[in-house]
């Protein structure tokens, strides 16, 4: 990042995860001997969590940690192929230590995952240690800057100290002292509240570029005759520019939503009160997954709203994707992290709901639903009427419709179980649903969220643009889930019709503001790196001037032409 800030780096992983991790697990003593030299960066140390065989299933990490208290020492070794450590940044040739998943074996029991700093390096030659085979797991489809590595263990001997001891503890005689509680050492909440900021800022680059250029770019005819319009004036180029713009707002204030609640409770847990790690495990969870999904597919929108001069690298909408991409696989595959929050958190509050149970934060709505099922529902029983001006009552639509989806997930296990299936089988069978639900419940959230946010503003004219914004995610998101609505009986065809209608009317009426609304964003021209995205619009001539700098341009006529083309001419 020395050379471009937001670019992926080797030392990721030290910043993001290594630091981190030491901060939230290790004593007081380990801090001393680690956190220092690691702040300094004579130590560098990556995160070696996923092994070649396993990535989500923790429990079925195969590294093993075996305490020999004969020498007071851990023996860290990876006993199979699959158990070979895969993916950890930075250790391919960067990092000279690792923290080291591993299961913890002692006094002949396993006592599940923890974590482990080992030495894998020389501090001064930078020589693999004994025991230790590390290197770089080859090309991948970007992070061309990141060693992403793997790490194979040979019975590779480490103090007992070693071990991160601030919730569990082996004593010397090898006796194992269980955590305050197990789910402290699962960590990962940090990045993954971390990493819905990381999808605003994507998503805010993305459109700032592709509605920049479509800004200055002309092309076709709109009416004949006359000179050939701004794209932006396009309804099309609206449709599909505009929701983004609203979903970086949206997700920036979701961003600082889960920053301030992970700082919020991660000071209760450092306090001894760990009540509120479920509520911040599922909504990390859940949000990391739900806006790196949103964002993921909004950056290919912008780039693709850019016709071929988004296809160029000059563009950097390429790099953005592919530096962005990872997010729905790393820090826990968005799948596997919608399916935590639904069956961990949602799942379980519908059933406390159901039998009375006043439920707080995110899922106190399930409370009202349980209350709404227990009173005589109207004979109507069609949908309430929809204003597609009121972002208050839209909100509770999205309550609504989460509230139907956590009770149809619920419903389906109940159904599977009835069937004769076991727990296991019934919730396999019932996980769409689930992802659906936990979809749902991070889109009231964030729709909630938004609307949360504009009673802050003061200021009128923002206050009226942010509100246009915000009806335009809600109703678009309405729109694009307009089957889930339907389903629910929260909405007919005549008001979807409305929604449709109403969509474009937002579009015209944030035409005149989308520029200065990307320009609020204050990204500046080094930040964006793109030719297409400057600030200026001089886009033509700085195209010209990029494509002038290419290395292939060095020369007139490429050596290719007497090395394959002469030959090839004189065979022919
Ligand atoms: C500023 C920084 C921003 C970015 C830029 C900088 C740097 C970038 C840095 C990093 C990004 C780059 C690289 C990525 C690094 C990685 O990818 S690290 C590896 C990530 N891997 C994962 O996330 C693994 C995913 N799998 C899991 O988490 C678990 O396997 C599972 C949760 C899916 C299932 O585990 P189980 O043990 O089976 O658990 P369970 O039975 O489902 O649940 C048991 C109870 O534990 C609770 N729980 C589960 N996870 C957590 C957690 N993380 N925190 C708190 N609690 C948790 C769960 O809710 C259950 O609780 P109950 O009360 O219901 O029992
Ligand atoms: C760029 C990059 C950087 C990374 N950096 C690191 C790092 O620094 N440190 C580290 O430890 N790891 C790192 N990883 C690894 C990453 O954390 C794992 O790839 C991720 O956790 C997913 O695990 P997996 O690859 O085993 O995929 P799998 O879990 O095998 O997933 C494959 C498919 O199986 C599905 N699946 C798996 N389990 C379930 C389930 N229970 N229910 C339903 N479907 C399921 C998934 O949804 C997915 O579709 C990195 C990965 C990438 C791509």
Redesign the pocket.
Same mark, same amino acid.
């Given at each position: 990042s020395c050379v471009h800030p937001d670019r992926p780096e080797p030392l990721d #992983?030290h910043l993001g995860?290594f630091l981190p991790t030491l901060l939230n697990q290790a004593t007081p003593e380990q801090m001393e001997r680690f956190f220092t030299p690691a702040w300094n960066l004579r130590i560098i140390g *990556? +995160?070696?969590?996923?092994e070649m065989g &396993? =990535?989500? &299933?923790l429990r079925g990490l195969e590294t093993t940690a075996t305490f020999d208290p004969s020498t007071q020492e851990f023996v860290l070794h990876s006993p199979t192929i699959s158990s070979i %450590?895969w993916? @950890? =940044?930075g #250790?391919g040739k960067t990092s000279n230590h690792a923290i080291v #998943?591993a299961q913890l074996h002692t006094q002949g029991r396993c006592h599940g995952l923890h974590a482990f700093i080992v030495p894998i390096r020389d501090m001064d030659t930078h020589v693999p240690l004994p025991g230790v085979v590390v290197g770089d797991i080859g090309p %991948?489809f970007g992070?061309s800057e $990141?060693d !992403?590595g793997f790490l194979k263990l040979e019975h590779v001997r480490i103090p007992l100290d070693n071990m991160l001891m601030k919730f569990a503890k082996v004593e010397p005689d090898g006796t194992y002292v269980k955590p305050p509680s197990a789910k402290l050492t699962y960590g990962m909440v940090f990045i993954r509240s971390m990493i819905v900021g990381q999808s605003a800022l994507a998503l805010a680059k993305s459109c700032t570029i592709a509605i920049r250029y479509s800004a200055v770019r002309h092309q076709s005819e709109l009416r004949p005759g006359e000179p050939e319009p701004q794209i932006l004036n396009y309804q099309t180029q609206q449709h599909k520019l505009f929701p983004v713009l609203a979903a970086a707002y949206a997700f920036t204030f979701v961003g600082q939503y889960m920053k301030d609640t992970y700082r919020r409770i991660s000071g209760d847990i450092h306090a001894g009160d760990y009540s509120q790690l479920p509520e911040l495990h599922a909504l990390s969870a859940g949000l990391k997954a739900f806006t790196t999904w949103a964002a993921n597919a909004a950056i290919e929108v912008c780039r693709m709203s850019c016709g071929g001069h988004g296809y160029s690298r000059s563009s950097a909408l390429p790099d953005i994707y592919v530096e962005f991409t @990872?997010t729905c *696989? +790393? /820090? =826990? /595959? !968005? *799948? $596997?992290m919608m #399916?935590q929050t639904a069956s961990r958190y949602l799942v379980k509050s519908y059933r406390q709901a159901s039998v009375g149970q006043r439920l707080q934060g995110s899922v106190s709505y399930l409370s009202e639903a349980a209350a709404q099922r227990l009173r005589p529902r109207p004979v109507s029983g069609g949908a309430a009427p929809l204003s597609t001006q009121d972002l208050l009552s839209l909100v509770h639509l999205y309550q609504r419709r989460a509230a139907s989806l956590v009770e149809l997930a619920a419903k389906s296990i109940q159904q599977e179980l009835q069937r004769g299936r076991s727990q296991e089988e019934a919730w396999n069978h019932s996980?769409i649903d689930l992802v659906r639900a936990s979809d749902a419940h991070c889109h009231f959230v964030v729709v909630k969220l938004f609307v949360d946010k504009l009673e802050q503003v003061d200021d009128a004219a923002v206050k009226a643009v942010l509100s246009t914004l915000a009806l335009l995610y809600a109703l678009k998101g309405l729109a694009d889930n307009s089957g889930d609505f339907l389903q629910a009986g929260l909405l007919t065809v005549p008001q979807a019709t409305r929604v449709s209608a109403r969509i474009k009317e937002l579009l015209e009426e944030l035409r005149p503001d989308a520029v200065a609304l990307v320009d609020a964003f204050d990204l500046n021209d080094r930040k964006l790196n793109s030719v297409l995205g400057r600030y200026d619009g001089n886009v033509y001539e700085h195209l010209y001037e990029w494509a002038r700098q290419s290395p292939l341009n060095a020369t007139e006529v490429h050596e290719s032409f007497h090395k394959y083309l002469k030959p090839l001419r004189s065979r022919l």
């Open positions: #992983l995860m *990556t +995160y070696a969590q996923t &396993h =990535g989500t &299933h %450590k993916w @950890p =940044g #250790l #998943l %991948k992070f $990141v !992403n @990872p *696989t +790393y /820090e =826990g /595959e !968005n *799948t $596997v #399916l996980s």
